[in-house]
């Protein structure tokens, strides 16, 4: 969602709020810089840590980072926002790939990677529901603009010296004001059809809607860890220890006894049921198989 949002409605939040000589994209360049540099340092600094001790912090900053423009609605709260959402995102999604590459099957570790990327078909939903967002929160301002979207920000006197129409870098525009005391709108804020709205209302529904993503993680977290098996309150997901609770913020469960061998993350088991042998060797005993992070 924050991606989304960084793209379809941060453009036009700050462009219709501050006008067209804000520099957007660089704004948004650094969380771009921010996943070139940092992914190694981090990767350095955590790389004795169990995966979801780290993935779960990640998701919490990077759900709750769009807080910083809603408290400050500003291009200063856009920048913090994108420092504490590219924080966050270097944590959990380096690790989110090592995770997914432990569950595969030596050979099938792209199709393991499709599938995790399967989460994109979403994509048109979330476009639509970020259209909604901009439509009800952050409204445009055709009235103020030319024909090309310029803001009619410069006051003409060409034709006639008592009239005063604004006009656009381009061309006129039909706006005209009453007395050359008032000033043609830069921004949407300035613009005398415009309906103000809460600037601060459109982020704080992002991250209640992004908290959803922690929250489903720590819900299935034991199932996710692998260290329980079906019989142990349904893989784990209804025990009701201590560290089950701290979960949320990645703590380590107390089953959760990660292992490292030759400097490799071994994860869990997988459990195969016992089956009586067809040569009639009798019963197969359940075997522990260790899946191991290459």
Not at 78 to 92: D, K
Not at 131 to 144: H, L, Q, R, S, V
């Amino acid at each position: 969602m924050n991606w989304t949002a960084s793209e379809m409605i941060l453009p036009p939040f700050l462009e219709r709020r501050f006008g067209e000589d804000i520099p957007i994209y660089t704004i948004q360049s650094i969380n771009l810089f921010g996943c070139l540099i940092l992914p190694p340092i981090v990767g350095a600094l955590t790389s004795g840590r169990e995966d979801f001790s780290i993935v779960m912090p990640g998701l919490w900053i990077m759900a709750l980072s769009p807080i910083f423009v809603a408290i400050l609605p500003t291009a200063a709260g856009a920048c913090v926002w994108q420092v504490v959402m590219t924080f966050g995102e270097v944590l959990w999604s380096p690790r989110q790939t090592s995770w997914t590459a432990s569950l595969a099957p030596t050979g099938s570790e792209g199709l393991f990677f499709a599938i995790s990327s399967a989460r994109s078909v979403m994509g048109p939903l979330t476009d639509f529901l970020m259209g909604a967002i901009n439509e009800k929160y952050n409204t445009n301002c055709p009235d103020c603009r030319d024909q090309y979207g310029h803001f009619c920000g410069n006051l003409s006197t060409e034709n006639d010296e008592n009239t005063f129409q604004c006009a656009s870098v381009q061309e006129s525009c039909d706006l005209f004001l009453d007395n050359k005391q008032q000033s043609c709108p830069l921004t949407c804020t300035e613009c005398p059809s415009w309906e103000p709205t809460d600037p601060s209302a459109c982020w704080y529904l992002l991250m209640l809607v992004s908290i959803a993503t922690p929250i489903s993680v720590w819900l299935f977290l034991p199932f996710l860890r692998g260290k329980y098996n079906r019989d142990e309150n349904c893989y784990g997901l209804f025990s009701l220890t201590k560290n089950r609770f701290f979960g949320v913020c990645g703590a380590v469960d107390e089953k959760d006894d990660h292992r490292r061998v030759d400097g490799r993350q071994i994860y869990g088991h997988v459990e195969s049921e016992g089956s009586d042998s067809e040569a009639g060797k009798g019963d197969i005993q359940t075997l522990d198989e260790d899946v191991e992070l290459t």
